[in-house]
């Protein structure tokens, strides 16, 4: 299932006007791969992919994902075995890749990575989740502070290089009341608080970190369209999700942006992921 956002416009692979880009938190490869995930990617439209929550090494991975026919891979994995860990499959070689940005406490953390194609960097992020009152959610904090600092560094140098940026992945922090389905019980949860909703803010503020949610932007008044559901209760079957993972883009891209949507899947039982893939599509 499709929650399409947007104005309809032709998709085809970026090799003309049109740029497609995926992001999906994928709850470790492996077991996505036995679920569907090897399907899926077989289908997609996709022109780059961004994954997160890969949890695995390259060599751990089953040869139909890790070095898929028609993608270039870049994987890169935690320094902690079996946690977080980011890739980014695109159809054309990079020009560049970095791992990391920056930091020397985040960036064996497998939770940045980002290539230089033409026109556009494109960087798959996994924002740590947190956890209210433990140092998990310091360690959050940190990490916005930093991520912030490079995001506005990293909108200069592109844009010298005569480059767009997206940045698409899990931010595990959802903006407005309209992203979560259940935002009053979770005000006090991380992923919700004030001061992580404040920081996002600055990302998308015209004046500090100058990016744009794309998927608002084509639809600002829409609840949701949700991504992420606990596999706790019937959260998927009530739809009492959130919607954390995003697009942020440069306004010079995300201006160009004619459609996202959201592959929500039909049933619990045909998920291979907590979470579903989001996808933005712009008119280059």
Sequence with gaps: MRVDVGRTFPVCRYRGRVLTVTTVNVNGLRAASKKGFVEWLAETSADVLCLQE????????????????????????????????????????????????????????????????????????????????????????????EFLTYLKKLRVRAAADGREVVVCGDWNIAHREADLKNWKSNKKNSGFLPEEREWLGRVLDDADGGYVDVVRALHPEAEGPYSWWSYRGRAFDNDSGWRIDLAVATPGLAGKAVKAYVERAATHAERWSDHAPVTTVYDL
């Excluded at 090494?57 to 977080?84: F, I, M």
């Excluded at 020397?104 to 996994?126: H, I, K, N």
């Design 54 to 145: 890969v949890r695995a090494e390259a060599q751990q991975l089953p040869d139909e994902v890790r070095e898929p026919e028609g993608w270039h891979v870049v994987h890169a994995p935690a320094a902690a075995k079996g946690r977080a860990g980011v890739s980014l499959y695109t159809r054309r070689a990079p020009e560049r890749v970095q791992v990391g940005f920056g930091s020397a406490e985040f960036d064996t953390s497998g939770r940045y990575v980002e290539v230089d194609l033409p026109g556009v960097v494109v960087a798959s992020l996994y924002l740590p989740s947190g956890e209210v009152g433990t140092d998990r959610q310091d360690e959050k904090i940190r990490f916005m502070d």
